[in-house]
């Protein structure tokens, strides 16, 4: 008796229903947009709800990289969201496409965000091997190489460069060895040239 009486208190009233839908975590998207994409109805029983479901609803937003979904006794929903983080930007009319290191577009911005690398790719996207190869090389530099790097030019997955602040520009070649070529890159950005070829990494040409 007391069993169906809980179960009734949990499932079948008011009493423990949802009467807040808290989110956290989103600044690119609005606290209210999130609530409007998790379609919660206030008024469900806090048992009834779905949380698994919400967070699938709530990850399709392009800035949402994850969501979770807990119940807070007696009367709120919490959606926590993990945003995705701004790797690289696209310049497009009217600004410039923010993306994360899987491709993923998620942002229109005026101006490229702290910390993410110009990106010069003709059909940006996750499933894009221009993307995916600039995408490798941008993830391979060092800070000192990145805090210098204007953008990173792919005009196919083998013809990779990177122009400099400063005019200068780094032949890449393809995406393999980007870790040996960033370090090699590295230690001559102090050198006296205009033009290093690092696409074979072994051989490395300046001029």
């Known amino acids: 008796m007391l069993a169906a009486a809980g179960a ?37 029983p806090l048992a009834r709800i779905d949380t698994v479901a919400v967070a699938e609803r709530v990850k399709a937003l392009p800035s949402v990289f994850d969501a979770d979904v807990s119940r807070s006794w007696p009367s709120t929903l919490v959606i926590a969201v993990t945003e995705r983080r701004p790797v690289a930007a696209v310049h497009v009319t009217g600004g410039f496409e923010v993306m ?17 690398v110009l990106l010069t790719v003709r059909s940006p996207g996750p499933t894009d091997r221009d993307t995916t190869a600039g995408l490798t090389v941008i993830s391979s530099l060092t800070p000192q190489l990145r805090s210098v790097v204007r ?8 013809s990779i460069e990177l122009e400099l602040i400063d ?12 870790a040996k070529k960033a370090q090699i890159a590295t230690l001559l950005l102090g050198r ?11 051989q490395v040409v300046a001029s």
């Open 151 to 158: 953008q990173v030019d792919v005009g196919s997955p083998d």
């Open 192 to 202: 006296a040239h205009q033009r290093l070829d690092v696409s074979a990494p072994d």
């Open 100 to 116: 994360d290191g899987s491709g993923v577009l998620f942002e229109t911005v005026a101006a490229p965000p702290s910390g993410a």
């Open 8 to 44: 009734w208190v949990l499932l079948g009233t008011s009493l423990l229903a949802v009467r807040t839908v808290e989110v956290t975590g989103s600044t690119i998207v609005s606290a209210d947009q999130v609530r409007a994409t998790a379609e919660v109805t206030l008024g469900t």
């Open 167 to 178: 005019g200068r520009v780094i032949v890449w070649g393809d995406a393999d060895q980007s």
